[in-house]
């Protein structure tokens, strides 16, 4: 039988889940964020150092958190920011990036560097909003007129690759993308329809009103089963699912309406409370360590490639609207990527059009991205401490 979990690793990845926040509770200062620690701790459970175990013993319930990366992602991002400045600068600057990816990337395939030309270039235009969520709302980033901007660049840096990589490297291919589109916004048409049904009273809604803060907690299941069911959907957990997962969360918010916060606080503690730390664990896990020690130059490319490129065009995008230190800012959050780069080195791998050290790299260099730059934002960061919000429940289980 498939996706079996192994106990074993699971147990090793649990207590690697509380070190990591043990630690950052520990060291408040210190401005590493606990995804960095969770990865970290991955490649010392696996084959590489101590092998403990192995990605594959944990899949199923990984597959589950990168779900909820993304699905919380999209929770977190509203629509309404696409019809302002700050939507419509975090449009423009992606589109620069992508320009810049291709022709970059164009010119590495031309010396035989890259064979897969599409997958990397795309991977140097994401952003790992998802990732970035915990310490910027810890930190009270995400308020103000930084805040919208900073939501925006990341919800564009995150969606706009992702459409692409379910249209384009989507191995169900492009027609099964589109279906996954269509079915979403099918799915936010049935939600409206139920929601107006809740709310125009009725035993099912009094049913939903006495159930979700109860035992029964009726809509936290319902979101759950949701994003499980979008997961079960493909055979395995394929970008069609990621996309649906990061539209389901934005579709999401929209339903719940008023009841966002609360049902946001039990998605982070059933999110980042478990789901997301075995997801980065086992990245760790999977991490082809010795192709990046046979190739460093490869990771160091990709990484100062992914700051020129993607965090490059926010210095020019936002000169007129933001000051030059929040300007750095935004550049760094755009330019932090992780998630969507794990995926595509898979996918690379997988159809075998990418070279294993390319995708080791790439996902290296994500590494790299998610270890520094979410530090340096908080260390540019100016106001006041007390500025900066309380965190919601298990929020911070892949914040620093």
């Given at each position: 039988?498939?996706?079996?979990?192994?106990?074993?690793?699971?147990?090793?990845?649990?207590?690697?889940?509380?070190?990591?926040?043990?630690?950052?509770?520990?060291?408040?200062r210190l401005l590493v964020p606990q995804v960095v620690l969770l990865l970290a701790g991955g490649m010392v459970l696996g084959p590489h150092v101590l092998d403990v175990g192995a990605a594959a013993d944990v899949r199923v319930l990984a597959d589950v958190g990168l779900g909820f990366v993304f699905l919380l992602a999209g929770?977190?991002?509203?629509?309404?920011?696409?019809?302002?400045?700050?939507?419509?600068?975090?449009?423009?600057?992606?589109?620069?990036?992508?320009?810049?990816?291709?022709g970059v990337v164009g010119v590495l395939a031309?010396?035989?560097?890259?064979?897969?030309?599409?997958?990397?270039?795309?991977?140097?235009t994401t952003t790992a909003l998802g990732t970035l969520l915990p310490v910027l709302r810890e930190k009270g980033l995400l308020g103000g007129r930084l805040g919208r901007y900073l939501l925006a660049t990341g919800g564009v840096g995150e969606l706009f690759p992702v459409l692409?990589?379910?249209?384009?490297?989507?191995?169900?291919?492009?027609?099964?993308?589109?279906?996954?589109?269509?079915?979403?916004?099918?799915?936010?048409?049935?939600?409206?329809?139920?929601r107006r049904g809740v709310r125009d009273g009725g035993r099912l809604a009094a049913v939903v009103r006495a159930g979700?803060?109860?035992?029964?907690?009726?809509?936290?299941?319902?979101?759950?089963?949701?994003?499980?069911?979008?997961?079960?959907?493909?055979?395995?957990?394929?970008?069609?699912?990621?996309?649906?997962?990061?539209?389901a969360g934005v579709v999401l918010r929209q339903w719940v309406g008023t009841a966002a916060p609360q049902l946001e606080a039990k998605l982070d503690a059933v999110g980042y409370g478990f789901f997301v730390p075995v997801f980065f664990v086992s990245s760790g896990m999977a991490l082809d360590?010795?192709?990046?020690?046979?190739?460093?130059?490869?990771?160091?490319?990709?990484?100062?490639?992914?700051?020129?490129?993607?965090?490059?065009p926010a210095l020019l995008v936002y000169r007129r609207v933001l000051p030059a230190r929040q300007r750095v800012q935004t550049a760094l959050v755009s330019a932090t990527a992780l998630p969507v780069l794990v995926a595509l080195a898979e996918i690379g791998v997988r159809s075998r059009t990418m070279l294993p050290e390319n995708a080791a790299a790439l996902v290296g260099a994500g590494v790299l991205t998610v270890l520094l730059f979410p530090a340096l934002v908080v260390a540019l960061d100016r106001r006041p401490a007390v500025a900066a919000p309380v965190p919601a429940a298990g929020g911070p289980a892949t914040g620093g």
């Open positions: 039988m498939d996706d079996v979990v192994s106990i074993d690793t699971l147990a090793a990845v649990a207590a690697v889940s509380l070190l990591a926040a043990v630690v950052v509770g520990l060291f408040p929770y977190e991002l509203d629509p309404r920011l696409f019809r302002e400045d700050a939507g419509r600068r975090a449009v423009l600057a992606w589109s620069v990036s992508l320009g810049l990816a291709l031309a010396t035989g560097v890259v064979r897969a030309f599409l997958p990397v270039a795309l991977g140097l692409a990589i379910a249209v384009f490297l989507g191995s169900q291919g492009r027609l099964a993308a589109l279906a996954s589109l269509g079915a979403v916004a099918v799915l936010a048409v049935v939600l409206g329809l139920l979700q803060d109860e035992t029964a907690q009726i809509t936290l299941r319902a979101t759950v089963l949701l994003l499980v069911a979008l997961i079960a959907l493909t055979d395995q957990f394929h970008l069609d699912a990621v996309l649906g997962a990061f539209l360590l010795a192709s990046i020690a046979h190739a460093p130059l490869r990771l160091l490319l990709f990484f100062v490639l992914m700051l020129a490129v993607r965090g490059g």
